[in-house]
């Protein structure tokens, strides 16, 4: 079935410094890709989409884009913020089956 | 508009009992579908709903059931309480027909002792 890998947590990182986290994939077809970010005690937010190669998915400063020859979808910022300190998920619609499949989850630790 | 609410937000139940999870999804939303977060098995799928009808069921005992009325709200059951049933249970609705770009509520958080 389709799966999602991402890499391991957590990532520490100092305010201001360049983001990546790592996202591939497995599927039939081509689906459509997401990040989700979820801060402590809360639920699942959507942070950006892309639905179909080359896409380029961006909100709050974050950015992703669909690599249909890679089968990733990396997740960057450029100047990260204490404020971004929360666990993102990668995620793929998988296709026929009216379900998101998700990665495992990266925390990601921000400090002043 | 306002989000995905669920209700409870927090609930301790027994070993041996039942429990009832509520999920109103954004306004004109069809398609419902439940996630059980855990952090040794992360986010499993549970079922998916659209117009009242189950159109995708997760791997799960048949312990777990649920169910969307007509005004697109859903509720999901788990009978049978197991200690292993505690988790946050995420609901999430989507505007699309093939039920992907879901938007979350706050989940529930069930404790089984």
């Known amino acids: 079935g389709d799966s999602v890998t991402q890499m391991e947590g957590p990532v520490t990182l100092s305010e201001e410094a360049f983001l990546t986290i790592n996202c591939t994939y497995t599927?039939?077809?081509?689906?459509?890709l997401f990040w989700y970010v979820q801060y402590p005690g809360e639920g699942l937010q959507l942070l950006l989409k892309?639905?179909?190669?080359?896409d380029k998915g961006s909100n709050k400063g974050f950015e992703a884009t669909y690599r249909k020859e890679t089968t990733s979808f990396h997740l960057e910022k450029g100047s990260v913020q204490v404020s971004d300190s929360a666990v993102y998920f990668c995620?793929?619609?998988?296709?026929?089956?009216?379900?998101?499949?998700f990665g495992t989850g990266t925390r990601l630790l921000v400090s002043p | 508009k306002a989000g995905v609410t669920q209700t409870p937000r927090y609930l301790i139940k027994t070993r041996g009992q039942q429990v009832t999870l509520s999920c109103s999804p954004i306004?004109?939303?069809?398609?419902v579908s439940w996630y059980q977060q855990t952090p040794g098995q992360g986010l499993q799928f549970l079922f998916e709903?659209?117009?009242?009808?189950?159109?995708n069921k997760g791997n799960f005992p048949g312990r777990f059931s649920g169910r969307q009325f007509s005004n697109s709200r859903s509720e999901m059951n788990v009978s049978t309480l197991e200690l292993g049933d505690s988790a946050l249970y995420l609901c999430?609705?989507?505007?699309?027909?093939?039920?992907?770009?879901?938007?979350f509520g706050p989940g529930t958080r069930l404790t089984v002792t």
């Open positions: 995620a793929l619609g998988d296709t026929g089956f009216q379900k998101l499949v």
């Open positions: 892309a639905t179909k190669a080359d």
């Open positions: 306004s004109g939303h069809r398609s």
């Open positions: 709903y659209f117009s009242e009808t189950q159109r």
């Open positions: 999430a609705s989507s505007p699309r027909t093939d039920a992907y770009e879901q938007y």
């Open positions: 599927a039939t077809g081509y689906p459509s």
